[in-house]
């Protein structure tokens, strides 16, 4: 790639550095990956504490039949633990696929720009 130069910059892709610029939001609550990746978390706790409850009472069990009431404990663990992972994969993949679609968008403009001015008539080769 080509370094650009702060100068190098067309009027319009200026305009929509700013557009940017403004959309940023000063954090607050209005951070759902943020607020996903922390119930992600949690849920992925909450996962190993029942895992741990349910081995626990499964190895004290003398009896099959309450082991099994403990291995039925411990596949919803499994189950919170997945759905744990795939609300963290899915809001980390969030926010990166948000930041590459910003770029994409700047990067398009600025070659788009780059072809206008190729492209006028009058400019010498």
């Not at 319009?12 to 209005?30: P, Y």
């Not at 951070?31 to 978390?41: F, I, Q, S, T």
């Not at 720009?113 to 190729?118: G, S, T, V, Y």
Request: glycine letters at 6%; zero cysteines.
């Amino acid at each position: 790639m080509t370094e650009e130069r702060p100068g190098d910059e067309s009027p319009r892709l200026q305009e929509f550095q700013t557009q940017v610029e403004d959309l940023r939001l000063s954090g607050g609550r209005a951070n759902p990956e943020r607020a996903a990746v922390r119930l992600a978390l949690v849920l992925f706790v909450v996962a190993v504490v029942i895992e741990i409850v349910a081995f626990n009472g499964s190895s004290s069990a003398s009896d099959s039949r309450d082991q099994t009431d403990f291995v039925i404990l411990a596949l919803l663990g499994v189950v919170v633990a997945l759905g744990a992972v795939g609300l963290f994969i899915r809001a980390s993949l969030t926010r990166y696929f948000r930041y590459w679609l910003v770029r994409l968008v700047y990067e398009d403009r600025a070659n788009t720009d780059r072809l206008i001015d190729a492209l006028r008539p009058g400019r010498e080769k």
